[in-house]
């Protein structure tokens, strides 16, 4: 599953994080989320919380996803859009060729701690 292997990922991480700092318990972690990721923000949510109980510094932590839209630009009108669903057309012209500005995030935004 996709997003059980993102949240043993980010769980990892935070885990060497916690180690290197000396960070007993972490509070909450605001995680980016591009939509091109194509990732379900619930399941991830669900693993997350599901893993996260063999971590003493991370079981008692909140995981607050942020969905970060896709952004595009088109490189014949210049017209600039943040789309939910990937479209690949200009809504103004037509053209198909598009310059992806974001949607691809994937990275651990803020952490706070007890
Ligand atoms: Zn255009």
Redesign the pocket.
Known sequence: MHEFSIAKSIINTLDSIAKDRGIKRLKRIWLDVGLLKAVNCDALSFAFNAIKKSYPAIQQSELIVKEIPIGIT?K????KKEIFKPIGI?T????TELDITSGNELFIDKIETC
Do not use: K, S
């Open positions: 088109c014949r009108c210049g017209a200009c103004q012209c037509g053209c």
